[in-house]
């Protein structure tokens, strides 16, 4: 039996692991549902949101403020390469796009390596203090990575369903072509959400760099995860993802307090038997289409 204190410190463990999941897997499902590409480039502005979190808070002795920053360089990459790289493929199979975007994240990796170098780069965790719940001491920061991803789902949602463009957006994840329709620019809603895509991700990238150590190659081992979280939640569903993230990171939370090797093999089986049931996630949609 696992013990009541090791149990609840891996419970939020797996939280703010989902919090990461969610930040990075919001990006994938959006592009996917709205503009039908696979967005595998998210994983690169994952990695530049943790470098530039690195790089700005040596430079300043502040993280938040190397957090912002990375939001901030993140977004603007993501902008750039959707006006000279997506722009000009959106009409193209959705084969293309994620062979197109694996490129663009090789490349960018390059880029990293040429930059920072090899060497995994630390971050410290601006906040240190913990938190003593039922007698399990717990890092306030994790705690405050749940609040903001939390925040960020809220805001998303807000964003989506009160906001015109989000309606726009919305609307064109069930149906591009009836947008279109309406006389709205969908190509400018392409754009709105793939800076959000490649914001959410550098966010996520600087959240988790004080947790982990930053590293050229940190995009393509969460990959896997992220992609799960997209399937199991189901593609372009919002709240799927922000649920499936969650459960993804308890599974591999707890799996690992329970059997080591459970961390890797859980979430595979999970996504196995929720698609068996229903094959398109737990919450997409079969009317989606382009």
């Known amino acids: 039996m696992i013990d009541p204190q090791l149990l609840l410190s891996g419970v939020i463990f797996g939280l703010s692991m989902g919090s990461i999941f969610f930040l990075m897997a919001i990006g994938l499902s959006l592009c996917f549902g709205l503009m039908r590409i696979i967005s595998l480039d998210q994983l690169l502005y994952y990695a530049i949101g943790a470098y530039l979190t690195y790089t700005v808070s040596l430079l300043v002795g502040n993280v938040w403020i190397g957090v912002l920053a990375g939001v901030l360089v993140s977004g603007l990459t993501a902008y750039l390469i ?28 390059g880029v990293i390596k ?26 306030i920061y994790r705690l405050v990575v749940i609040v903001i991803a939390l925040m960020v789902y809220g805001g998303i949602w807000l964003f989506l369903n009160k906001t015109i463009i989000g309606k726009a957006i919305r609307a064109g ?47 393509l081992e969460i990959l896997a995860f992220v992609f799960m979280v997209v399937i199991i939640g189901g593609l372009g569903s919002i709240k799927g993802t922000f649920i499936s993230a969650f459960l993804v990171g308890q599974v ?39």
Request: hydrophobic residues 55%; charged residues 15%; glycine residues 10%.
């Open 82 to 109: 959707e006006r000279f790289v997506f722009l000009r493929i959106y009409a193209r199979d959705i084969t293309f796009s994620m062979i197109t975007s694996f490129g663009i994240l090789i490349g960018g990796i």
């Open 114 to 139: 040429a930059i920072w170098g090899l060497v995994p780069r630390p971050v410290p965790v601006p906040i240190e203090a913990q938190l003593d719940i039922f007698g399990t001491e717990i890092p």
């Open 173 to 219: 994840i069930e149906d591009v072509e009836h947008v279109e329709g309406l006389g709205i620019n969908v190509y400018r809603l392409f754009t709105v959400t793939f800076v959000i895509a490649g914001a959410m991700s550098g966010l996520a990238g600087g959240l988790n760099a004080p947790l982990i150590m930053v590293d050229p190659n940190m995009g």
């Open 252 to 290: 591999v939370s707890i799996g690992s307090l329970i059997y080591a090797p459970l961390a890797q093999m859980a979430p595979f089986a999970i996504m196995l038997l929720i698609l068996l049931v229903k094959p398109t996630g737990l919450y997409g949609s079969t009317m989606m289409k382009r």
